[in-house]
């Protein structure tokens, strides 16, 4: 509707304008004539009804060949227009969508990323304090390993020395005993020993 | 018990019967049995003699001779007796022998036979103590000491009868302080 009476409007401008160059030309040709007065202004009509006519003649065929041609020109100019225009609207509309979902992709990924960070920090400190606890387990193994070896070796080592010195003892004794002990002696030490003895036919 | 074995038992006591019944007849059982000891104790602590006696390549009558040479102060009925387990190569079970014969005499003549082993020889006062001692402890048996005397225990005295034993030698409790003094645990540490 609203393109036909824009095709309408036009359609009166080119006749209007048509009717005033036909109009015009009498005047036109007044002037040139010379000729002056009111009677400059009052068309001839040997003149003006064929101007008319062929003022007619023009306007109805520009009405029936020219106008739709340009009004269809025009409407078709004005179609590609209005839907350059809806698509670039729409365009608008998809780039505003698209930012907007970048935007959240954006933000999400912003967030995933910090997670991501956060979660690998969370792991290396972790890790560092289990790395650290296992050093330290393994230094107190080791200090402890080292102290049972020592204590070990110590202790071979005292039983050693006890060994020897009770060997050399014993060995000192029996030797004493052996040289100096005169035959009453020995039978005192018999006679002593039998006294404390146990019984020979107990169970 | 396997026939071998019962045998072997047998032959035990048939050895230590006769020799048993030999001795009687002379009046010195005790002595005898302390001869059979002292032939036991040379055999079994010369390895080159116990080899000699128990091989079965050397001949009989070889093992006897040997046995005749080594023991020719024994009483002859054991000289005898030892000769023929050489030849008969029962020389191995010459320490049953002398167990059963222990038993026997003691049985015949209701004693016990006790051997004791010092440092130095027993005079006759302690040999008297230990007898009522050892008496009294047997019921009031007459007691018999097989005596000898081994100066490597270096004083006190050993005795032993049926398979039991008393150690009261000093060689032994000098081992009994060495292993005290080795095993207790060190002491004084901070």
């Not at chain 2, 019944?21 to 005898?32: C, L, P, S, T």
Request: proline share 2%.
């Amino acid at each position: 509707m609203k393109a036909k009476s824009a095709t309408g409007r036009n359609a009166l401008l080119v006749s209007l304008l048509a009717s005033g160059l036909s109009l015009a030309m009498p005047v036109l040709a007044l002037a040139e004539e010379g000729g002056g007065g009111f009677s400059l202004l009052i068309p001839k009509m040997g003149e003006f009804i064929p101007t008319l006519i062929a003022f007619i003649i023009i306007w109805i065929i520009l009405a029936k060949v020219g106008w739709p041609m340009i009004t269809g020109m025009l409407d078709e100019r004005e179609k590609t227009i209005k839907d350059s225009l809806e698509q670039a609207e729409q365009a608008k509309i998809q780039s505003e969508q698209l930012l907007a979902e970048h935007k959240a992709q954006l933000d999400e990924a912003r967030v995933e990323a910090a997670q991501i960070i956060a979660n690998a920090k969370e792991a290396g400190e972790a890790l560092k304090a289990d790395i650290t606890a296992k050093a330290q387990q393994e230094s107190a193994d080791m200090i402890a390993k080292a102290h049972l070896a020592i204590e070990a070796e110590k202790k071979a080592a005292i039983a050693d020395l006890q060994s020897s010195v009770a060997d050399l003892s014993v060995s000192v004794a029996g030797r004493l005993i052996g040289e100096n002990l005169s035959d009453d002696e020995h039978l005192k030490l018999i006679e002593r020993y039998v006294a404390e003895a146990g019984s020979l036919d107990a169970n | 018990m396997p026939i071998n074995r019962i045998l072997i038992k047998a032959q035990v006591a048939t050895y230590a019967n006769v020799l048993l019944e030999a001795a009687r007849n002379k009046g010195n059982i005790f002595e005898v049995n302390s001869q059979l000891e002292q032939a036991l104790h040379t055999i079994r602590g010369n390895m080159n003699l116990r080899d000699a006696l128990a091989d079965t390549t050397t001949p009989a009558e070889v093992r006897a001779n040997i046995v005749k040479e080594i023991f020719k102060d024994f009483d002859p009925a054991l000289i005898k007796a030892l000769a023929l387990m050489a030849e008969r190569e029962f020389i191995d079970h010459l320490s049953r022998v002398c167990e059963a014969y222990t038993l026997a005499a003691e049985e015949a003549t209701d004693s016990i036979v006790i051997d004791v082993t010092t440092a130095v020889e027993l005079n006759d006062e302690l040999r008297t103590k230990l007898k009522d001692r050892l008496s009294a402890q047997y019921d009031g048996k007459d007691i018999v000491l097989q005596e000898h005397v081994d100066k490597s225990i270096l004083g006190g005295i050993i005795m032993s009868a049926h398979g039991k034993l008393i150690d009261a030698s000093v060689i032994s409790q000098l081992e009994n302080a060495r292993l005290v003094l080795s095993t207790v645990p060190a002491g004084g540490e901070a």
